[in-house]
């Protein structure tokens, strides 16, 4: 841990300050411009960066900045390690190696299927609702079947995630420390059952995701036990939560702006790209961190080690300097490539050809099956680690 005790500047943001959905990229915006690397009380303090390029270099610079002190803010983790984004390369390098092959584009485009089913059933579901909520009757129960898909859970076990997984985000939205751990504990409850079904009846780790981690092997040696139960405790809730958030504020989007509306439904050919600017533009994550592990100064700021940084990606897919009008949905940007909408370096999503997938299948079927998406009231947003939309009440006219 750091040791300076003192001397630190005084706050330059509160991210425990009142929000709205859209309130966080105004801040952003500011501070990306009068303090780019900006300090917060918050959580035992900590700085943020804004800009893209420290972003982008603290996320790709694995040596200097580390994930293994503390991988987010606020500090989440009450309950032991969690690969992979818990460990360092090259430590963390066989938990990638054993879920990639499962994430492969192959591996992927198989599901289409499953997904476009599922999307389907919760949007006859959604239409079925007198007063909907996209992600209450929509988006948190398909991210939620898609995972299942994808790890072969049982519908009973689905269930019991989902459920779980909800009263987790709840409980890091409201900052009950109580609850967290709580919740957490119950996420890895749902982890080793698993982990000894795949024991006493195990699968093909080539389709699996459980199977492939205890399949696993770092010199020679199985991977460690609390070690996989990590990486699936993690795992089971990065599937859920993300997708959810970010499915909510896409359709804040689209509802606020009718003409785009129209124009993605005369032509679906351009989901794709509209996609890609939708991902820069909500990136569901603004407190990933990293703690240092030498002295550095960044914009003028000197940062010890142990000292957390959060690397608000949010921010950095917003950076002017890098995207011309960067709160304007651009279709086609000429440098959408730059986008960190999933990362960047060693710990970018492994998973984000399955998430591209879930969510273009999710606004083709949402787009397809209806005229006009309106909202009814102001969405509700989410708080740190997360940036986006968790409750958005709206008026659906049926295609």
């Known amino acids: 841990m750091s ?10 943001f509160d991210p425990l300050a009142p929000e709205t959905f859209d309130s966080p990229h105004q801040l952003y915006a500011q501070l990306r411009a009068r303090c780019p690397v900006a300090r917060a009380d918050a959580w035992n303090g900590f700085w943020a960066f804004m800009r893209y390029a420290d972003v982008h270099r603290a996320a790709s610079d694995s040596k200097t900045y580390i994930t293994s002190v503390q991988n987010v803010v606020p500090k989440l983790a009450f309950t032991g390690r969690r690969p992979p984004l818990h460990l360092d390369p090259p430590e963390h390098t066989p938990y990638r190696k054993a879920l990639n092959p499962l994430l ?40 939620i079947r898609v995972f299942a898909e994808w790890m072969n859970l049982p519908a009973d076990d689905a269930l019991k995630l989902s459920q779980v997984g909800r009263e987790f985000n709840i409980a890091v939205q409201n900052f009950d420390d109580a609850a967290v751990r709580d919740t957490s504990l119950k996420l890895y409850e749902i982890a080793r059952a698993l982990i000894a079904d795949r024991r006493r009846t195990p699968r093909d780790p080539q ?9 696993a092997r770092s010199d020679g040696q199985p991977l460690p036990e609390d070690m996989v139960v990590g990486t699936v405790r993690q795992v089971l809730v990065v599937g859920i939560i993300a ?70 990606y949010a921010s950095a897919c917003r950076d002017e300097s890098v995207f011309p009008e960067p709160d304007s949905f651009v279709m086609d940007r000429p440098n959408i490539g730059d986008s ?19 969510l273009l ?25 997360e940036i986006g939309a968790l409750s958005v009440p709206v008026r659906i006219e049926p295609a």
């Open 104 to 143: 492969s584009a192959e591996r992927v485009a198989r599901l289409e299927g499953p997904i476009r089913r599922i999307v389907t059933e919760q949007i006859d579901a959604l239409l079925a609702v007198a007063e909907p909520d996209i992600c209450r009757d929509f988006s948190s129960h398909v991210t």
């Open 3 to 12: 040791k300076r005790k003192s001397g630190l500047p005084p706050a330059d």
């Open 243 to 312: 997708p959810t958030i970010f499915i909510g504020s896409v359709s804040v989007h689209l509802a606020r702006d009718q003409a785009l509306q129209d124009q993605l439904r005369a032509d679906p050919a351009q989901l794709p790209a509209a996609l890609e600017e939708f991902l820069r533009l909500y990136m569901p994550y603004r407190g990933f961190a990293r703690t240092v592990t030498r002295p550095v100064d960044v914009q003028g700021r000197h940062i010890e080690p142990g000292e957390p940084i959060a690397i608000v």
């Open 340 to 358: 960190l909408a999933f990362g960047r370096g060693p710990h970018n999503c492994v998973g984000a050809g399955l998430a591209r997938l879930e």
């Open 361 to 385: 299948v999710s606004l083709q079927e949402l787009l397809r099956r209806t005229r006009r998406i309106e909202l009814r009231g102001e969405p509700l947003p989410t708080r740190f680690p």
């Open 207 to 215: 389709i699996d995701p459980v199977s492939a981690l205890l399949a």
